[in-house]
């Protein structure tokens, strides 16, 4: 699978878990709800510094957002 796309994966599942909107957790990093919605979708390359920013909001540590899980 695709980085971008393994990460898009991961990172929607932890935000529904955790009971965030793409608007609310884009609010926490300080990035607009599309560029959530395309990192999502695996067609936004997020910068490391803005994997840092959505792991902290989400509370896991940034390697999660790699994850090879299912």
Do not use: W
């Not at 980085?3 to 607009?32: M, T």
């Amino acid at each position: 699978m695709d980085i971008r796309r393994r990460v898009g994966l991961n990172l929607k599942r932890l935000r529904e878990d955790k009971g965030l909107s793409q608007e609310a957790l884009a609010f926490e990093c300080g990035l607009h709800r599309t560029y959530v919605s395309g990192v999502e979708r695996g067609v936004r390359n997020p910068t490391v510094l803005v994997l840092a920013r959505l792991a902290v909001a989400l509370d896991v540590p940034a390697s999660r957002l790699l994850a090879e899980e299912p």
